[in-house]
């Protein structure tokens, strides 16, 4: 069949479905107009979802930096209200050491009891007159000149009349230091600490005042008695018994009077044991400056947020399965939704 034939075959088609008046089905008729009357009220639920969505999604736009906001101010503020305590702990500390404590009440020595003392300054304890003492003194000095110092000390030991029982001597290239152990006349004791602790920089020193006149006086008693068991003796007839006794007595006497001489000239001697050292004290560190009431309140706020960020990544490491598996059932729900839909419009 050629093409003329066919156009007129098509137009004849075309007058016969003009000229016939198809009429569709009452059942397709009743779902077309159900569909009609069912699009008006779906379209305001697809509307007012899509309203929704867009308020939705600009508030989370803008809540998202209000959040942030807010939590560096309520760090801000957390940092400021406690940045304040560690000055208000210092004002009271320093309050509390301002305040005079009551000093013990000292008990009076004993008689006949040892004196310590840790002095300063040259100051000494002065030793009893016409009481015999066992005295003695320790003193640590940094000097400038360690020979220079160890020939005054030596020179005024002997200037005070005196001696020096011993002499330890070390200079060494950086620091050097000296032990002197020196011997001084009671009297003079006190004028000899005032010298010795001029010649530098007192560091520690020490003064001790035994009381020995009770055991001088006991001796003393003993001698009297030996002395009057004698001549009683010598008064008797002389034999041979009594001889022995007297020379014994002599003997013990001697001996009596040996010792008391011997601790009589020690106890008119103090000892002073005087330490120099040439080395110099070390530098002191500088002390770090105390923070500002604005560091402290940065430091405070830097905290308060960090414990925030801890908080928000636990929930998300906690909530976040939670989360997905949500949105995975969610998603799920709607493909499940739209799938129904479509087969519902296929069969209609």
């Known amino acids: 069949m050629s093409l003329p034939d066919l156009d007129e075959r098509f137009d004849e088609l075309v007058l016969e479905l003009r000229a016939t008046q198809v009429s569709a089905p009452a059942g397709l008729r009743d779902r077309v107009e159900a569909l009609v009357k069912a699009e008006p009220e779906e379209r305001p639920a697809r509307r007012q979802r899509r309203r ?40 009271g500390s320093l ?28 100051a000494t304890i002065a030793p009893s007159p016409g009481r015999a003492q066992l005295y003695t003194a320790d003193i640590y000095l940094r000097v400038k000149d360690l020979s220079a110092a160890t020939k005054s000390a030596l020179a005024t030991a002997r200037s005070l009349g005196g001696y020096v029982r011993s002499v330890n001597y070390d200079d060494g290239k950086d620091s050097g ?24 920089t007192i560091l520690q020193q020490h003064v001790d005042a035994q009381d020995v006149q009770p055991r001088i006086d006991a001796r003393f008693r ?31 006497l001697r001996v009596l009077q040996a010792d008391q001489a ?7 001697f103090a000892t002073i044991a005087l330490s120099l050292t040439s080395k110099q004290p070390a530098k002191p560190k500088p002390q770090p400056v105390p923070p500002s009431r604005i560091d402290r309140t940065l430091d405070r ?32 729900g709607r493909a499940v939704r739209r799938r129904g839909e479509a087969r519902l419009l296929e069969r209609s």
């Open 301 to 332: 706020a830097g905290a308060i947020l960090l414990d925030e960020a801890v908080v928000v990544l636990y929930v998300l490491i906690v909530g976040g399965p939670i989360a997905l598996l949500a949105a995975f059932f969610l998603a799920g």
């Open 52 to 91: 929704l969505r867009l308020p939705l999604r600009r508030l989370a736009l803008v809540a998202v930096p209000v959040a942030v906001v807010l939590a560096a101010a309520g760090a801000l503020v957390g940092g400021l209200a406690t940045s304040g305590g560690g000055s208000r702990q210092t004002s």
């Open 222 to 252: 003993q001698m009297q008695a030996l002395r009057l068991q004698i001549s009683k003796l010598q008064k008797l007839p002389v034999t041979d018994s009594t001889t022995a006794k007297i020379s014994k007595l002599q003997r013990e």
């Open 95 to 122: 309050q509390r050491a301002l305040v005079p404590k009551a000093l013990p009440a000292r008990p009076a020595p004993a008689p006949n009891a040892s004196l310590h003392a840790a002095t300063g300054a040259g």
């Open 177 to 200: 230091s000296a032990e002197l152990v020196l011997r001084v006349p009671l009297r003079a004791v006190q004028t000899a600490i005032v010298r010795f602790s001029a010649l530098g």
């Open 262 to 268: 011997r601790e009589t000239r020690e106890y008119s």
